[in-house]
């Protein structure tokens, strides 16, 4: 197997990272990129687990560490490929047990645990469609994606399934078999996970897989509507896997630790999937935020490359630079982060904290893997997101007045340089999705003139360099989790006392923005300290991490002329500016 799409050895590209990016676009094509991955053998197609798992599991790295575990409680479990093929065979042949046909939809309700990540590989290997739901979630945002996606099976544990699944069981008519983990006692309706595996062989073949069969359902949200299924398939891990090497700088032979949670995208390509297809050890680390703890990860388990988020550097910049230099991080050789605009500031502190300037990078789930990016070769550009990766064709395109891409006689123009407009990639490559689920229309309405619009503001330099602008709609980017107002809405407005709500990100210091919501109180209803607080603890029980921080009650929430409510002047006035004033409004997101 060739380890050069791009006319170079491992070790030249290894050292000086697409330093050659000009020559690298030019020289590159798919079909090069999908010469690092096996394929099945016999030319039977391509899929993500056995790419991730199988090929390493029957050649020289089948006893090294794929995933290392750091429990909550400083317990380590180690997986090596080997193993990782045991446990993943078992969960497919468990799923055949259960009758379940590949293409059904697995979902998952679980933390940074193991089975998380064998029900995942397992699934994928059986040719299962797996959908990963964050388990921070509230029984409201769970019903609605196991609902919208057909789920047929459920992992989780005892405590989220009582929490959370039990009391909307009954709403969840396509789902078949809830599997429990752990070896507790297994609650009425639910099967426990170690007893099925169990009973099942350790040996599984993956079946010929065509690369463009459904692999994967990340749901995300937008403007309006409940969250929509983004489809992507098999053939999909050539992304993984070509972005992970050029965007990530990931060899072998590195210890890699992506602190996003599998719940969203970025968990699932990155601390899943594209690292295990490269072979290398993972670190999957089910605490939350300490920065302490998270400088002696960085130190004890000798991470090299490092993917996080602007939330987590923000947090960690809290705190003097001498507690990074309490640690031995002279392993640490790489940093991106992404999910939310990279503050310069944040660059200029890892150079100053760490040594190594932070690489931002952006995608989104649509595109199922990282598009444009700062290179490992070249100098970061502070504040730029850097520039698209080869294989990828990316423009800024001219918006209309409702700040989208302007679209006349199905065309769209694209702007020089250095003029804000709506981002847009030319579709195409392998990880982009194939649709929303049973929303045809919906994913129709993200093209045009060739284009995919990304709903993204950003401008490109001269110098092919894009930064980020702001979202050219209404959705929230809080800590980095995408959350959609309509679904904060819909769920505020079944209290008995909520006639309408009208939901915005406020901006944070260092979530970027938190949820925050306006409430017209049905007539009636006084308000008070106590509905309020009755209002914030009703959102945190049907939603969860969704949920809105800050209530405040509006019997004027000011409406579009068809009668829906506008969130952008809710947001002007609450940033204290003119009334309407989108570009004062987008410059305030930047
Ligand atoms: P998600 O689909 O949940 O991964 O969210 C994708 C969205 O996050 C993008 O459309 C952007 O609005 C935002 N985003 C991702 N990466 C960046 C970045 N590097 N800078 C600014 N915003 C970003």
Not at 518 to 543: C, K, Q, Y
Request: aromatic share 8%; proline share 6%.
């Amino acid at each position: 197997m060739s380890w050069d799409p791009i006319g170079k050895t491992e070790t030249q590209w290894a050292s000086a990272n697409l330093t050659d990016y000009e020559g690298a676009r030019r020289k590159f094509t798919w079909e090069q990129a999908r010469e690092y991955l096996s394929g099945l053998p016999g030319g039977q197609g391509l899929n993500i687990g056995y790419e991730a798992v199988d090929r390493h599991a029957s050649g020289p790295r089948r006893d090294k560490v794929a995933i290392r575990f750091l429990g909550a409680g400083g317990a380590v479990t180690e997986l090596t490929y080997a193993m990782l093929y045991q446990l993943t065979s078992r969960f497919a042949n468990l799923l055949a047990s259960l009758g379940v046909q590949p293409g059904e939809r697995v979902f998952s309700l679980l933390g940074r645990e193991p089975d998380l990540y064998v029900a995942a590989l397992g699934t994928l290997r059986y040719q299962g469609v797996f959908s990963p739901l964050f388990a921070a979630f509230g029984p409201e945002p769970v019903r609605q994606r196991i609902t919208a996606g057909d789920g047929v099976v459920l992992v989780t544990t005892p405590r989220l399934y009582e929490a959370k699944i039990a009391p909307i069981r009954h709403l969840l008519a396509s789902l078949r078999h809830v599997l429990v983990t752990g070896q507790g006692k297994t609650p009425p309706g639910t099967s426990s996970l170690d007893d099925l595996m169990a009973a099942v062989a350790d040996h599984f073949t993956v079946a010929p897989t065509d690369p463009q069969q459904m692999a994967l359902l990340h749901f995300t949200s937008g403007t309006t509507g409940m969250p929509k299924g983004a489809v992507h398939v098999h053939e999909a891990v050539v992304a993984h896997n070509m972005t992970a090497r050029l965007a990530l700088d990931l060899h072998p032979d590195d210890i890699f630790w992506c602190t996003a949670d599998p719940g969203w995208v970025t968990g699932m390509s990155y601390g899943i999937i594209a690292p295990l297809t490269l072979g290398v050890t993972i670190i999957a680390d089910a605490g939350e935020f300490d920065a302490r703890r998270w400088y002696q990860q960085l130190a004890e388990q000798r991470v090299t490359v490092w993917y996080t988020a602007p939330t987590a550097l923000r947090m960690l910049m809290r705190h003097p630079p001498e507690l990074a230099k309490e640690h031995d991080l002279s392993r640490l050789r790489f940093i991106a982060s992404v999910g939310e605009p990279l503050n310069p500031e944040a660059v200029a502190w890892g150079q100053r904290t760490l040594g190594l300037a932070v690489h931002d990078n952006w995608w989104q789930t649509e595109t199922g893997a990282i598009m444009i990016s700062n290179f490992a070769g070249l100098e970061v550009r502070p504040g730029s997101m850097g520039r698209p990766l080869p294989g990828i064709d990316a423009t800024i395109l001219e918006r209309g007045e409702d700040g989208r891409a302007l679209i006349i006689d199905g065309q769209v123009r694209p702007v020089p340089s250095n003029v804000d407009g709506e981002l847009a990639l030319r579709p195409g490559f392998p990880s982009m999705f194939r649709g929303y689920l049973h929303e045809e229309q919906r994913y129709e309405k993200c093209f045009a003139g060739g284009w995919y619009l990304t709903g993204d503001l950003a401008r490109c330099d001269e110098d092919g360099y894009f930064w980020f602008v702001g979202r050219a709609d209404d959705v929230i980017k809080s800590a980095g989790h995408l959350i959609g107002p309509f679904e904060v809405e819909s769920a505020l407005m079944e209290h008995p006392a909520v006639a309408e709500a009208g939901v915005i990100g406020k901006p944070d210091p260092v979530a970027g923005e938190i949820v925050k919501a306006f409430v017209t109180l049905r007539t009636g209803n006084v308000p008070s300290d106590e509905l309020r607080l009755d209002l914030l603890a009703f959102g945190r029980r049907r939603l969860g991490a969704v949920a809105p921080r800050e209530i405040v009650f509006d019997q004027n929430l000011p409406h579009t002329r068809s009668g829906k409510v506008m969130r952008r002047l809710l947001k002007a006035r609450d940033l204290g500016l003119p009334e309407g004033d989108l570009s004062t409004l987008e410059s305030a997101h930047e």
